[in-house]
């Protein structure tokens, strides 16, 4: 029997039963379970061929600001198995199984080089422009929110810089020039993106900020480059599903395809403890999993990422849960997408 439904019996050879981690029907809490919802393992480019979305560990964190941790956020995030058989995930308001209607991979988990930031960045950029080239989405597990840089210098690379709009859900809108005098890390990368020239500031819109940062020089050069954003108070005034028709209407007419960030501050601490700079008063994760499935179903993204988990200040792994169940969400959204169909809840 396949491995996936997606794996026909003369494909089977192109999954070899040392790249499938688990036996097909194993239970949740069995098995290796060393991929994302134990899809097959894909370590070299020529394995891309054919499939849907590459997903992508970047292990590294030498950007955080304050409390590190989130290199190892892909593990924790892979290991955070959903509940049921591994291989059967119908999406109960959707209706459609995201491991069925997509051919997923994990990629593993790129090359990082401690201490030496640019270098890991340098691999993740590499590693991206393999999916993309072989028609793959790439859907990233982070690691530190300076990979969206490498993340957008791939995209500008495959598309140009404005060939794609940017969705970023975070509590910091992450446009600093500089974080104690350090240009690269990860409150600078949307910053970096303009400067370059990979990124058109008009094409972003920002979805969650709220606390002390940034300062009103940022925020002025966000206006400058026509940066949008959205902050809680706006949420709480009009509402999430308003705040988000408007995100991603400005999306869609900024280019034929989105990059979705997510960064799990974003969530209000009592949600996701295990961050590296946690703010109060954010959304609740029932709100960013209906956020994500909307952008993914109403968007054609080209790039996705999750970031900031920090496990070792997670308690009973509700963060790295987060994490998790925000990328099923997406997969669920994008195969929806795919799919053509509308969605199908479930109801009495």
Do not use: K
């Not at 054919?50 to 892979?78: E, K, L």
């Not at 490498?150 to 810089?161: E, S, Y």
Request: hydrophobic content about 40%; proline content about 8%.
């Amino acid at each position: 029997m396949p491995w996936t439904t997606w794996w026909s019996e003369g494909e089977i050879s192109s999954a070899p039963m040392s790249m499938r981690p688990s036996r097909a029907q194993e239970s949740g809490f069995a098995g290796v379970g060393l991929t994302y919802c134990r899809v097959p393992l894909v370590l070299e480019p020529e394995g891309l061929a054919g499939v849907d979305v590459a997903i992508i560990g970047a292990p590294f964190d030498d950007g955080v600001s304050y409390r590190s941790g989130t290199r190892f956020g892909p593990r924790a995030i892979r290991q955070a198995e959903d509940v049921g058989s591994p291989s059967e995930r119908p999406h109960m308001e959707l209706g459609v199984d995201p491991l069925a209607e997509l051919r997923v991979v994990d990629y593993g988990d790129v090359d990082t080089v401690p201490a030496d930031l640019p270098a890991s960045q340098a691999n993740l950029r590499t590693a991206i422009g393999q999916a993309l080239a072989a028609g793959a989405t790439p859907v990233v597990l982070g690691g530190d929110h300076s990979l969206s840089y490498p993340t957008m210098q791939a995209l500008a690379d495959r598309f140009g810089p404005d060939g794609y709009s940017v969705v970023h859900f975070d509590t910091h809108a992450d446009t600093g020039a500089e974080i104690h005098g350090n240009t690269n890390n990860h409150g600078t990368p949307f910053y970096l993106a303009v400067a370059e020239g990979v990124l058109r500031g008009q094409n972003i819109v920002q979805v969650g900020l709220r606390g002390a940062w940034p300062y009103p020089d940022e925020f002025q050069w966000m206006r400058d480059q026509g940066f949008r954003w959205h902050t809680m108070g706006e949420i709480d005034d009009r509402g999430l599903g308003a705040v988000l028709d408007d995100a991603i209407a400005h999306a869609a007419a900024r280019a034929p395809r989105t990059y979705l960030t997510v960064d799990i501050d974003v969530l209000d601490p009592a949600f996701a403890p295990a961050t590296g700079t946690p703010e109060p008063g954010g959304l609740t994760t029932r709100e960013l999993l209906r956020a994500v499935r909307r952008v993914t179903s109403e968007l054609d993204v080209c790039a996705f990422d999750l970031v900031e988990v920090s496990p070792p200040y997670d308690h009973a792994g509700v963060t790295a849960w987060a994490g998790h169940r925000v990328v099923l969400e997406g997969l669920s959204g994008m195969a929806l997408r795919r799919s053509g169909r509308a969605a199908r809840p479930e109801r009495p």
